[in-house]
Nanobody, 131 residues
């Protein structure tokens, strides 16, 4: 499985960006796609994920501002980010899991987020900087 992210960049606080991730090589009929972010010195954190059946989950910190969507015909997943804040800065990774969200969700103080331990295929990341 290969995943290639694009769409990162620098934006002022309050601005918007849309990340894209092209997915290829998936053989499972059902799989979920997730977005994660990481800043130096911190663990990678789940941001949002979407299952093949349309189920989505979001970290509390992005709920209402970010929207994840999938175009299954084009094997692409998007992350629309609005009202961006400096704390949204980080490297954003797209990942794929052969598990559904009923398994690949982790319930934390940050909300229901994708569990990185169930995502085995990762993209190279795209940087988002909010100032």
């Amino acid at each position: 499985v290969q995943l290639v992210e694009s769409g990162g960049g620098s934006v002022q606080a309050g601005g918007s960006l849309t990340l894209s991730c092209a997915v290829s090589g998936v053989t499972h009929s059902r799989y979920c796609l997730g977005w994660f972010r990481q800043v130096p010195g911190k663990e990678r954190e789940g941001v949002a994920a979407a299952d093949s059946d349309g189920t989505t989950i979001y970290a509390n910190s992005v709920k209402g501002r970010f929207t994840i969507s999938r175009d299954n015909a084009k094997n692409t997943v998007f992350l629309q980010m609005r009202s961006l804040k400096p704390e949204d800065t980080g490297m954003y990774y797209c990942a794929a899991s052969r598990f559904g969200l009923h398994i690949a969700t982790m319930y934390t103080s940050l909300g229901a987020v994708p569990n990185p331990n169930y995502f085995r295929s990762w993209g190279q990341g795209t940087q988002v900087t909010v100032s």
